[in-house]
């Protein structure tokens, strides 16, 4: 049974950092891209970043590059974003998601791609 955990929000002053989690189990993690999703309150779910399951490729979402990094250690199963340079606009529920057959590819412009999710994790920007 596919599973995955976030962990790692919280709240935090604009142009703050934090680092969110995602452990996965019960599949073969590096055959899977592994995608972050966001949704604010009032608003559609958005792709913000993913990384394929070899970690040879990653897509970020426009308002986001340069400020986020995604990465992944296989060995532990489990994909990092590291979110520098907060902005109240990225106050959301961060969601991981995993993507089959992505060992090698991924996008976030589809969420039908992805057959799991975590429960997500809030992240707060605010003064």
């Known amino acids: 049974q596919l599973q995955l955990v976030e962990s790692g929000g919280g709240l935090v002053q604009p142009g703050g950092s934090l680092r969110l989690s995602c452990t996965a189990s019960g599949f073969t993690f590096n055959y899977y891209g592994i995608g972050w999703f966001r949704q604010a309150l009032g608003k559609e779910r958005e792709g913000v970043s993913c990384i394929s399951g070899s970690g040879g490729m990653t897509t970020y979402v426009d308002s986001v590059k340069g400020r986020f990094t995604i990465s992944r250690d296989n060995a532990k199963n489990t994909v990092y974003l590291q979110m520098n340079s907060l902005e109240p606009e990225d106050t959301a529920v961060y969601y991981c998601?995993?993507?089959?057959?992505?060992?090698?590819?991924?996008?976030?412009?589809?969420?039908?791609?992805?057959?799991?999710w975590g429960q997500g994790t809030q992240v707060t920007v605010s003064s």
């Open positions: 998601a995993a993507r089959p057959y992505g060992g090698v590819w991924c996008g976030v412009k589809d969420p039908r791609e992805y057959n799991a």
